[in-house]
Every structure is written in C-alpha cells, then in structure tokens.
C-alpha cells in the first residue's frame, strides 16, 4: 500500500503560480511512476502529467505543456507539480497517482494508488 497527500492548492489569479506536493508513505515510493491529474465539476479526470520511477523522464497533456513542471524527490517521497501562468480554465481538484513502474501513461486505470485530492482555484 502507497498513501499519497497533495497539498499546496488554494486560490490565485490568473497568470500566477502554485506548487503542489504529493507526500508518499508506505512501500518503496522509487518503485513507482507518478503522475498528476485533474477533474472539474462535470468533467472526466484529465490527465497533466507523469514522470517515471527515476525521475528521468517526464510526460505533459498539451493542455499544460509549457506551463506546468513535474518533478521527484525519492529522498523525501515527494512529487511536485510546479504550476506556471495558470488560467481559470484550471480550476478543479487535482490528484497524484502512483503506479507501480509506469512510465508515460496518461490512463487512470494505469495507476494503483490515488491522494485525496486538493482544490485549485483560478480566478479571472
């Protein structure tokens, strides 16, 4: 069993940043490929981003491709999602996925362990 925390979401405006942390506990948290995703209200979960068990390699959606970050600390169990220039279209929950050595899927079904979720919010 993996658990996952996100943290760091919250209120901005348009054009700022967030930092979103996902703490992992459990098993052997370098054994997995992470990833983040998100649903809005009355929208399938959508993938963002994911990046592999060594933090080598790392896979964006379109959608925020040049403006989102996904890094790793397997030191500290820690995956980060760096977000840049957000708009109010990203606004909703976003979760961290672990997967045990996924790399490169953007499926849900792909992942075994799932967060709790925490709420961004982007205001115009």
């Known amino acids: 069993q993996v658990q996952l925390v996100e943290s760091g979401g919250g209120l901005v405006q348009a054009g700022g940043s967030l930092r979103l942390s996902c703490a992992a506990s459990g098993r052997t948290f370098s054994n997995y490929g992470m990833a983040w995703f998100r649903q809005a209200p009355g929208k399938e979960r959508e993938f963002l981003a994911t990046?592999?068990?060594?933090?080598?390699?790392?896979y964006y959606a379109d959608s925020v491709k040049g403006r989102f970050t996904i890094s790793r600390d397997n030191a500290k169990n820690t995956v980060l999602l760096q977000m840049n220039s957000l708009k109010p279209e990203d606004t909703a929950v976003y979760y961290c996925a672990a997967g045990t050595y996924v790399s490169r899927s953007r499926y849900p079904d792909d992942y075994d362990y799932w967060g709790q979720g925490t709420q961004v919010t982007v205001s115009s």
């Open positions: 990046i592999n068990w060594r933090g080598t390699m790392t």
